[in-house]
Every structure is written in C-alpha cells, then in structure tokens.
C-alpha cells in the first residue's frame, strides 16, 4: 500500500496566507537586488517569518532558512560592487536576527497551540460537568414522585386502612418510612443545591428569631438525639434565659441551617455526649454555635468543610451525604452572613455562624 505524501508547506495555494507571504518574501528580495550590499533589507524578512502558518513548523524553519540563504546571497549577487568585511559581518548579524525569530516564533507558536488545546479540554470538561449535573438534577426530581408515593403508601399499612397490622409489624413500618423520608430529604437538598448554583437562592424575607427557630429545630431533632442517645441543650449566651436574636432572614432556609449543624453534630458525637447550641449578640451581629463532643477536625479537612460532597474522614456514628454544609454555607452567605468551623479544647468541634442583626421593638401594650 503506497502511503500518502506529505502535505508540503505551501502545498496550499489557495490560502491568502500563503500569497501574502510569497508577495512579502519577493518584495523584500527585490529590494535587496535593487539596493547596495550595504543597505541591508534582510532585516524585512522577519515579517513574512512571523505571518507563517502556526499548524506547520515546517512552514516557519523553511522561511527561516530561505531568508538566511538569500540574506547571504546578496552579498555577491548582483556582483557589480566590491565586497567589504563590514558588509558581511552585518550580514551575517542579519542571519543571526532571523534565525532568533524563527526560533522564538516557533516556542510562540507552540505555546499558543497548546493554550488552544488546553482551553479545549476545559471546555470539554465545563460541558461534561454540565451535562452531569443536568442529569443528576432530573434524576432527583424524579426521584422525589416515587418516594412521595411510597412514602404515602406505608402510612396506609401503618394506620390500619388496608388491613390490621400487628405490633411488631408497626415498628419495621415505621423504620421504612423513616427511611424513605430520610431519602425524600436528601432528594430535596439535592436539588436545592443545583438550583441555588444555577439560579441563585431566592430568600422570602422577614424578621426572625433565631432563638426561636432553635428551639423549633431542636425539638423536632428530639427523635433523633433519643436514638443516639445525645442530649441537646441551648445557652443564650453567659446566662441560660431566654433571649431573642432578631434578623431580617428566611425562617424556612435559616431552619434547614439549624437542623443540618445540629445533624451534624449529633452524627459527630459519642453516645451518652452532649450537643450544645449557644446564641448571643455580638455588636451588630447574632452569632450561633453548634458545640459537639465529638472527635474534632482534622487540619486537612478544615479547607474542604463546606465544599459540595464532602463528607471527611472523621469518626460518625452515622454517615452523611455531605450536602447539608454546603447547603448551609450557601444560606447563610446568600443571608449576607458568615458560617465557619474550629476545633474545640479538649475535643469536639465548633459549627457557628454569623447574621447581620437587626434592632426589633416590641408592641406596647
């Protein structure tokens, strides 16, 4: 099998390129053979040197050496005029400068393929990511009319409507809805989380307690805690009485922040351990801290805390999806708050937040 030839620099005719530069390569000749070897045009070439085609190196490396030879050629061509030693030396300098240009505008070129293919790749990359999280935020979505389904279904058995139902029968009932709601939630912070980055969270505002919404929370937790066997407690600051932190806030995002920090830290925390939720004004602002008993933060896992996905490599009594800070970062930043984490003396770690205060009068009466 007889193999193709090589495609030859100027094989292609037809481009303007290639004309432009045949046009630029015979004009800077013309003038050399019109002018005294002295006059040195050689320099003219860099340009038709520089205009060559980046996808062949070949195009640039054989200007170059076209250049050189006819830079050279000149000294004795036309032969009507004496040759002097300074007259070559400035020739061959010429040489020299066309051969530095050659060179540097082959490394250009190279760069800027390279940058080309570079930027290809990421955009390949930004339309694969694209791509996967379009369809992961279709699947959830619908993910969420099955569990609802199923959800709705199991309440049925365990209230009796289709059929008497034992005892014991109840329990396993109960643990599968239990379950199927735990899916349902991670169902919806999953596509909260898509939606928040695509779209932005759009909060509905109005003036809220936290220590409200903290109690709301911890209650709701109880069930939770029981099983863990975690005791939640609420300080308002230095004293235990009952203070208000008002904000100008959503109440329903500022309480999936609470439920998930006090998730979190149950999950971190020993059996038998203590979940501390302490609230107080600081200035102008409400600072919460979610205190847990548990193992701490490693120093490499600080950075990556509040990042999509990440779960850590800390001791759990129970796993998590590694959703729930993120989405909490992302409420409390589009809440023009602060959130963060640390370590705690002894052991356990810290989960706090700051939000923008606001001065809440109350009705006379």
Same mark, same amino acid.
């Given at each position: 099998?007889?193999?193709?030839?090589?495609?030859?620099?100027?094989?292609?005719?037809?481009?303007?390129?290639?004309?432009?530069?045949?046009?630029?390569?015979?004009?800077?000749?013309?003038?050399?053979?019109?002018?005294?070897?002295?006059?040195?045009?050689?320099?003219?070439?860099?340009?038709?040197?520089?205009?060559?085609?980046?996808?062949?190196?070949?195009?640039?490396?054989?200007?170059?050496?076209?250049?050189?030879?006819?830079?050279?050629?000149?000294?004795?061509?036309?032969?009507?005029?004496?040759?002097?030693?300074?007259?070559?030396?400035?020739?061959?300098?010429?040489?020299?400068?066309?051969?530095?240009?050659?060179?540097?505008?082959?490394?250009?070129?190279?760069?800027?393929?390279?940058?080309?293919?570079?930027?290809?790749?990421?955009?390949?990359?930004?339309?694969?990511?694209?791509?996967?999280?379009?369809?992961?935020?279709?699947?959830?979505?619908?993910?969420?009319?099955?569990?609802?389904?199923?959800?709705?279904?199991?309440?049925?058995?365990?209230?009796?409507?289709?059929?008497?139902?034992?005892?014991?029968?109840?329990?396993?009932?109960?643990?599968?809805?239990?379950?199927?709601?735990?899916?349902?939630?991670?169902?919806?912070?999953?596509?909260?989380?898509?939606?928040?980055?695509?779209?932005?969270?759009?909060?509905?505002?109005?003036?809220?307690?936290?220590?409200?919404?903290?109690?709301?929370?911890?209650?709701?937790?109880?069930?939770?805690?029981?099983?863990?066997?975690?005791?939640?407690?609420?300080?308002?600051?230095?004293?235990?009485?009952?203070?208000?932190?008002?904000?100008?806030?959503?109440?329903?995002?500022?309480?999936?922040?609470?439920? +998930?920090?006090?998730?979190? /830290?149950? =999950?971190?925390? *020993?059996? %038998? @351990?203590?979940?501390?939720?302490? &609230?107080?004004?600081?200035?102008?602002?409400?600072?919460?801290?979610?205190?847990?008993?548990?193992?701490?933060?490693?120093?490499?896992?600080?950075?990556?805390?509040?990042?999509?996905?990440?779960?850590?490599?800390?001791?759990?009594?129970?796993?998590?999806?590694?959703?729930?800070?993120?989405?909490?970062?992302?409420?409390?930043?589009?809440? +023009?708050?602060?959130?963060? /984490?640390? =370590?705690?003396? *002894?052991? %356990? @770690?810290?989960?706090?937040?700051? &939000?923008?205060?606001?001065?809440?009068?109350?009705?006379?009466?």
């Amino acid at each position: 099998m007889s193999r193709p030839l090589p495609k030859l620099p100027f094989s292609d005719f037809r481009s303007p390129l290639a004309w432009a530069t045949i046009g630029l390569f015979g004009v800077v000749f013309t003038l050399e053979m019109l002018t005294p070897p002295e006059y040195v045009m050689g320099y003219l070439y860099i340009s038709p040197i520089l205009f060559a085609n980046p996808r062949h190196r070949r195009t640039t490396f054989g200007l170059t050496f076209a250049a050189v030879c006819l830079t050279l050629i000149n000294i004795w061509i036309p032969g009507d005029r004496a040759i002097h030693t300074a007259t070559i030396a400035n020739r061959f300098i010429t040489t020299l400068a066309l051969v530095a240009t050659g060179i540097l505008s082959d490394r250009n070129q190279s760069i800027q393929q390279a940058f080309a293919q570079q930027q290809a790749k990421l955009q390949t990359q930004e339309k694969l990511s694209s791509l996967r999280e379009d369809f992961t935020s279709t699947l959830a979505h619908d993910l969420k009319t099955p569990l609802l389904g199923a959800i709705e279904t199991l309440k049925a058995f365990q209230s009796g409507q289709l059929g008497s139902v034992q005892p014991k029968q109840k329990v396993v009932l109960d643990t599968m809805i239990r379950s199927h709601q735990t899916s349902l939630q991670l169902v919806e912070t999953l596509l909260d989380v898509y939606r928040n980055d695509a779209e932005g969270l759009q909060l509905d505002r109005s003036t809220v307690d936290l220590a409200k919404l903290a109690e709301e929370v911890s209650i709701a937790l109880l069930d939770l805690a029981a099983s863990r066997q975690i005791f939640i407690s609420l300080h308002y600051g230095e004293s235990d009485f009952r203070k208000f932190l008002w904000v100008n806030g959503d109440a329903f995002q500022l309480q999936r922040v609470f439920a +998930n920090l006090l998730v979190n /830290a149950i =999950n971190h925390s *020993p059996r %038998g @351990a203590k979940v501390e939720v302490v &609230l107080e004004t600081q200035f102008s602002y409400q600072l919460v801290k979610v205190i847990d008993a548990g193992a701490g933060i490693r120093p490499e896992e600080m950075p990556h805390l509040f990042e999509r996905f990440y779960q850590g490599h800390s001791d759990r009594q129970a796993s998590g999806s590694g959703l729930g800070l993120y989405l909490a970062r992302q409420i409390i930043e589009a809440h +023009n708050g602060t959130i963060w /984490a640390e =370590n705690r003396t *002894p052991h %356990g @770690a810290v989960f706090g937040f700051r &939000l923008p205060a606001i001065i809440h009068s109350l009705p006379a009466r």
